[in-house]
């Protein structure tokens, strides 16, 4: 492990400061995921900025919803009474992803920031453009399966791990950020950035911006809700896909969806044509393998040398039809 400076500040203002001023310069919350990177040698900061006890641990009402605050673990927050009656499909969510050890230690403000688990990100003998820019892409033509099958690029077909993040997007969700200019909220949605030409850049944060808090809106549909992970073990690992859906059925007509998609993205994918594609349509199986259709018009399956990941397209159509279908009957 390389050497480097550690700071403690007495207040996030401060934090913030102290990051926006070094290039090198990151925070440290719960550090299951950026500890991780330090030891593979996948970054090297020159400076840790500890947040830990400056993030707030509270879980507030807000007008009509609730206000996370970046400091609350994740165990903590899939445990809260509310947040498991109101929106169920996070508390899912959350204890769907790594372990009961980590949870503990993982933050709110920090999960949604967590990296890809890309096989050749964290092999620092590979190219990587994420990595290291310009590099190359060691995952297009090599082992796929893992990888995305929407909103990919030339340089990178990473997916995004986190499952929190999966029902955030759905939710749709509030970013709080303070940052050297101040204040500024991000919609959930459009946190993450899609790896274009430039997918060493995950997210729309400039360098010092720190999450403070996520906001929760009110969303009476939610309380019908779900999350549903599909992966190779039952349990700390990655998902092969995921759906965090919520749906208000009158009827048997659907009135209204949420729905987005883990583990065939560069981001959390919001699934806003399956949305639409559900709006008024009958309950039935084959009107949720049509939204399905829909969203995945532009999916582009990789060939690999361990076969790909084309089986994606049909894994996912199954877990969204199994997704509302169960909710549809919640419903009745």
């Given at each position: ?106 933050t709110t403000g920090g999960n949604p920031l967590q990296r890809t688990r890309c096989m050749y990100f964290q092999d620092v003998s590979t190219p990587c453009n994420k990595r290291e820019p310009g590099s190359g892409c060691s995952a297009i033509g090599g082992s796929t399966r893992n990888h995305a099958v929407l909103g990919t690029s030339e ?178």
């Open positions: 492990m390389r050497p480097f400076a550690y700071q403690a500040p007495d207040d996030t203002g401060a934090a913030v400061r102290s990051v926006a001023e070094r290039p090198d310069a990151v925070f440290l919350g719960g550090g299951t995921n950026l500890v991780d990177h330090l030891r593979l040698g996948v970054v090297s900061p020159g400076l840790l900025v500890d947040v830990t006890a400056l993030t707030s641990t509270e879980i507030t009402e807000v007008g009509g919803g609730l206000r996370v605050g970046a400091g609350v673990p994740n165990s903590e927050l899939a445990a809260d009474a509310r947040v498991r009656s109101r929106y169920p499909v996070l508390a899912q969510a959350l204890l769907s992803g790594a372990s009961g050890q980590l949870r503990n230690m993982a340089h990178c077909i990473a997916t995004h791990p986190s499952d929190m993040a999966v029902a955030m997007a759905a939710l749709d969700a509030q970013v709080l950020v303070l940052g050297p200019d101040g204040e500024r909220t991000i919609p959930f949605t459009e946190l993450h950035r899609l790896p274009g030409d430039t997918p060493e850049r995950d997210t729309v944060l400039e360098h010092g911006e720190l999450i403070t808090a996520i906001d929760l809106p009110e969303l009476p549909m939610a309380r019908r809700s779900r999350y549903r992970k599909v992966r190779d073990r039952a349990s700390y690992a990655f998902a092969l896909v995921s759906v965090a859906a919520a749906l208000d059925v009158d009827g048997g007509v659907v009135r209204e969806a949420r729905i987005a998609f883990g583990g065939v993205a560069h981001a959390p994918w919001r699934a806003r044509r399956a949305e639409e594609a559900l709006r008024g349509a009958t309950v039935s199986d084959e009107s949720f393998a049509a939204a399905a259709a829909a969203e995945l018009t532009d999916a582009r399956p990789q060939p690999g040398v361990d076969g790909g990941n084309e089986f994606k397209i049909a894994l996912l159509t199954r877990t969204l039809v199994a997704t509302l279908r169960d909710l549809a009957r919640e419903e009745a």
